[in-house]
């Protein structure tokens, strides 16, 4: 069957710190991968994409790694700050599937000063 | 830009009730879709629809219609309401050919089932 699997268990990381959250997924072939923000009680907010032929991907403190053999997205944020305490999910778009995104569960980052 | 905006932000149903969740976007996006996001679930696709007049079923469409009259709207209804509804939904748009640009979603509505 299909999964995309993010941590569940909560990332508590120290401010300045870089933290690295991961999304694995099999028996998918995707050609982009997303990453989101989620605040609790508000919709994702779209941060990045990559393409299945990018192995890397930056912005600004944000960083995203894309291995299609592991099948596997590394989302890191370094010099991390409390203000990016929130949960981030990882979503899969298909070739041939349209706009269809699935997603992960997403993983809960805590940043303590 | 208002964006996407869901309404209402909350309801309470009784089972075997029937409503409509709003959705209505004013970024000329092509695509829209619903999800349904509970705990340890993730965010499941519902439905969606590449442009005006064209729907098709997602992940878990059964007990949810919805149709796309206009670009801007995309309503989700609620034929007979069950407990297992119970959620909160998310409508998001995107630029049909344009997918770096990611979705933008709605604030959600937390619908409760009783």
């Known amino acids: 069957s299909q999964k995309i699997e993010q941590n569940s268990e909560a990332l508590n990381i120290q401010e300045g710190k870089t933290a690295t959250l991961t999304c694995n997924y099999t028996n998918y072939s995707p050609a982009y991968l997303q990453w989101y923000r989620q605040d609790p009680g508000r919709g994702p907010v779209f941060l990045l994409l990559i393409r299945e032929n990018e192995k890397e991907k930056r912005k600004e403190r944000l960083k995203v790694t894309f291995d299609t053999t592991l099948k596997q997205s590394l989302f890191h944020i370094t010099a991390s700050q409390p203000a990016d305490s929130a949960t981030y999910l990882c979503a899969l778009l298909l070739t041939g599937g349209g706009n269809k995104l699935t997603f992960g569960t997403g993983t809960q980052l805590k940043v303590e000063l | 830009n208002a964006g996407v905006t869901q309404t209402p932000k909350f309801q309470v149903l009784k089972t075997g009730q029937s409503m409509t969740l709003q959705c209505a976007q004013d970024?000329?996006?092509?695509?829209m879709s619903w999800y349904r996001q509970d705990p340890g679930m993730g965010l499941r696709l519902i439905h969606y629809s590449v442009g005006a007049g064209i729907t098709d079923q997602g992940e878990v469409p059964n007990g949810y219609n919805v149709s796309r009259s206009t670009t801007e709207d995309f309503p989700l209804r609620l034929l007979s309401a069950a407990p297992s509804q119970t959620s909160v939904y998310f409508c998001?748009?995107?630029?049909?050919?344009?997918?770096?640009?990611?979705?933008?979603f709605g604030s959600g509505t937390r619908l409760t089932v009783v």
């Open positions: 970024m000329n996006h092509e695509y």
């Open positions: 998001a748009s995107s630029q049909r050919d344009r997918v770096k640009y990611g979705y933008t």
